[in-house]
């Protein structure tokens, strides 16, 4: 077992509106204390009164308009009086630059003005708002309102979002969002993947300064929804098992463009895509730059619910994996634009980690009593209701594709059990009515057995309502294999 990384063991906080997103853009009427006493306000005379020896009230200069200070918010950036000076001290940006072959005269000569110009431009207008938990909401923004923001993060200049770790001093509810965190790794260790990830969102910059130098307008759409899951007894369900498409092993999710993918995320969006994290979500945020905006909008999830993440585009390939990751090259995405927004669908649901539930169970009696542990709570009524309606809220995209594509949902550190996985995520595809297309990677008892087990119940007319039955109730065993079960059982 491996506990080298715990992202997310904070405590639980109360979500803190985003009072200088309103406070930008409110309009307030006039409410006094008087008014609201019912004291009249005095009427004004519509002749100017003369003041002896000075002009009349229509004719005073008024004063010189001073720039009023930015109105503290958790979405508000500030302009940083020492960007290029950190940049400049930067070991980790003279790695990246060094996985592009950019000279470091062209980017602090070329590339780094117009990204501080970028930036400027949010900085005019209001603030994104923050999408709250257990909520419907959702913000749209087109491709060069998303640079603006990314240019601000690159820069450090959201004032109100100190990093701490992958989340903010301010609030621990809210994802990291400022680079200066990446921008100061030097641990050999982790330099190299971490520069990667900084490469990669330079070169976005690099390519969308050269689409305007070309007069590529960028107004395509990208959005960021959060939705929750509603709250239903599956056992009632009598929705029918839809169909399992097994994938070759060593195939990617990320390959599969058409279809919606399930992004295995932390609950704080991105995990440590703003740090040192080189794994799937990590790498994902570095191949679409423009996921990190999600960032900025959408506080941690919470259970049933998901974030959905669409109209992004990938500019780049990635070499390596964990800390062997690299930029590769620069990737032209072709995926088609209809009505204004790019055919990209991705879908973050964060799983369940078992690390720190098991932790002193393992560490007192060893890994095997930590795995029966893990065993009975993922199998328990509460965590599979939980995995449920978290998929069905990832999975639920109406004016998505009708093909999910999934794979071994927290089954690598998070010790998830793969058997189980599989078969919660294909009765919230079915729940939802969508086929689920599984990508199992390495596992090859998961891509021999999956679609045995899957056919057998469909023979036998198996629906999400008898199979969540039977997962909900005292037959389901906490320690033997699920497919034996599922094959006894119908």
């Not at 060094?98 to 990204?115: N, V």
């Not at 594509?405 to 793969?418: A, E, K």
């Not at 078969?423 to 086929?435: D, F, H, L």
């Amino acid at each position: 077992f491996d506990f080298s990384v715990d992202p997310t063991t904070s405590p639980e906080m109360a979500l803190v509106g985003n009072l200088g997103a309103l406070a930008v853009g409110a309009v307030v009427p006039y409410i006094t204390l008087r008014s609201m006493c019912g004291i009249q306000r005095e009427k004004r005379s519509k002749t100017p009164v003369k003041t002896p020896g000075g002009p009349t009230p229509t004719q005073a200069v008024k004063p010189k308009a001073v720039p009023s200070a930015p109105i503290p918010g958790p979405t508000v950036a500030v302009p940083s009086q020492n960007a290029e000076e950190t940049l400049r001290s930067s070991v980790c940006l003279q790695a990246a630059l060094q996985q592009l072959q950019m000279d470091e005269k062209k980017f602090f000569g070329d590339l780094l003005p117009w990204i501080v110009e970028r930036a400027a431009e949010y900085q005019s207008e209001r603030p994104l708002p923050l999408l709250a938990v257990h909520s419907e909401d959702q913000v749209t923004l087109t491709k060069n309102r998303a640079l603006s923001v990314l240019a601000n993060a690159f820069l450090s200049n959201f004032k109100w979002r100190t990093t701490k770790h992958i989340t903010c001093e301010e609030n621990d509810e809210y994802p990291s969002i400022n680079f200066n965190g990446m921008l100061a790794i030097t641990d050999p260790k982790r330099l190299g993947s971490t520069a990667a990830k900084v490469a990669m969102t330079i070169h976005y910059f690099a390519d969308m300064k050269q689409r305007a130098s070309n007069g590529t307008t960028q107004q395509e759409s990208i959005t960021f929804r959060r939705h929750q899951a509603p709250k239903i007894d599956w056992r009632y369900s009598t929705a029918p098992l839809l169909d399992v498409e097994m994938q070759p092993l060593k195939e990617s999710i990320d390959q599969d463009k058409e279809n919606i993918r399930a992004d295995f995320a932390n609950r704080t969006i991105g995990g440590g895509a703003i740090g040192t994290g080189a794994v799937q979500e990590e790498i994902m945020f570095g191949l679409y730059p423009e996921l990190f905006v999600s960032r900025l909008v959408c506080p941690r999830m919470k259970d049933g619910e998901a974030i959905h993440l669409i109209g992004t585009e990938q500019f780049s390939k990635p070499k390596g994996y964990g800390w062997s990751l690299k930029f590769g090259s620069p990737f032209k995405d072709n995926a088609r634009v209809v009505k204004g927004r790019r055919h990209s669908y991705i879908t973050a649901i964060d799983a369940l980690d078992l690390r720190h539930r098991i932790r002193e169970t393992v560490q007192k009696q060893g890994d095997e009593a930590g795995q029966r542990l893990a065993n009975e709570i993922q199998r328990s009524p509460e965590f599979i209701n939980r995995d449920m309606a978290k998929a069905v809220a990832g999975f639920d995209i109406p004016d998505g594709p009708n093909v999910v594509s999934t794979g071994n949902w927290g089954c690598g550190c998070f010790l998830g059990d793969p058997q189980l996985k599989s078969i919660t995520q294909w009765m919230a595809c079915s729940y939802v009515g969508k086929t689920m297309k599984y990508f199992p990677w390495d596992n090859q008892q998961i891509h021999q057995e999956l679609p045995e087990v899957a056919a057998h119940l469909q023979k036998n007319n198996v629906n999400v309502g008898m199979l969540a039955d039977f997962l909900l109730s005292d037959k389901f065993d906490k320690q033997q294999p699920v497919f034996d079960q599922l094959r006894k059982a119908f």
